[in-house]
């Protein structure tokens, strides 16, 4: 039932379930049972965004999954884990153990698209639409230096980013903006193509409206969670909005399963910035928050 209640988007109705499941399991001995509800609760955790006991619960489960080698994702919701073994690796929570079962999630999956019989020109034509989604070249803004780099690891990729200047020539007379967001499709080849062509689509839409970023996981969430829901992919998505202030750059950052953003200042600190949250497309009633940071 807290399962149930977790995928509908009710974090907080789970979580009490996941609470007496783990009592009743502890007073039976299931050693298993018990940290495998953890990983729930962590996952209600993310949702609600209490690093404590996110943190808890994937602690649990990592420390014992090492002790005992295993490499299982049985019991796992496919839709959230991903984010969970990232928010771990990235947050030194048996970081070894979390990328060897980032690393196992690919295993005995499908084969990639060379290895189908295919029609070779069909991956032709889905490969060039892909890459006609990516920007040429990053926009020209005074005081920021943008660059990025995408390598596919298959031959037709779910990746992709998206620029969104606002204000780059003095004559508009705007505030300067730069909205950037990066993204990956939960698949390889021609189906991850396909959903990354309307992905790529609707983001153009949201993100051209100067909404902030919240605003913007939430509106692509709901416009692509019909496709997601059928197709059971979903995206990792991470967008920033910067904002010239008369102080400085003004960072306002949303992230939704994807790689926990760093932030290197000019003394040469570093620091993440916490965006854990659900991917896109996961949940009907799902909801992202935003984080502040002045530059």
């Known amino acids: 039932l807290g399962r149930v209640e977790l995928s509908s988007g009710q974090p907080e109705a789970a979580l009490p379930m996941f609470e007496q499941a783990i009592e009743l399991y502890q007073t039976t001995g299931f050693n298993y049972a018990v940290v495998s509800v953890q990983l729930y609760r962590a996952a209600a955790g993310m949702a609600l965004r209490k690093p404590a006991l996110l943190a808890e619960g994937l602690r649990a489960y990592l420390g014992h999954a090492a002790a005992q080698e295993l490499l299982t994702c049985n019991w796992w919701l496919p839709d959230t884990i991903e984010p969970l073994l990232i928010y771990a690796a990235s947050h030194g929570i048996e970081p070894e153990w979390a990328q060897r079962l980032l690393a196992e999630r690919f295993v005995g999956a499908p084969p990639a698209p060379a290895e189908l019989p295919s029609d070779a020109a069909e991956l032709e034509i889905a490969s060039r639409m892909q890459q006609s989604l990516l920007p040429t070249q990053p926009p020209l803004m005074p005081d920021l230096d943008i660059a990025a780099l995408i390598r596919p690891a298959a031959e037709i990729g779910g990746d992709f980013v998206g620029y969104f200047p606002r204000g780059a020539e003095p004559e508009e007379g705007l505030q300067r903006r730069l909205g950037v967001a990066v993204g990956d499709i939960s698949g390889k080849g021609l189906a991850a193509a396909l959903l990354l062509s309307g992905t790529v689509v609707a983001l153009n839409t949201v993100a051209a ?17 019909p496709y997601t829901s059928r197709s059971r992919m979903t995206i990792a998505f991470c967008y920033c909005l910067l904002t010239q202030e008369a102080s400085g750059w003004a960072l306002q950052t949303v992230g939704a399963g994807a790689v926990t953003p760093l932030l290197r200042r000019a003394d040469g600190t570093s620091s993440w910035i916490e965006t854990a949250g659900f991917p896109l497309g996961t949940f009907a009633g799902a909801q992202w928050r935003e984080q502040h940071t002045s530059l």
């Open 209 to 225: 409206s100067d909404a902030p970023p919240a605003q913007v996981a939430r509106a692509l969430h709901e416009a692509m969670h």
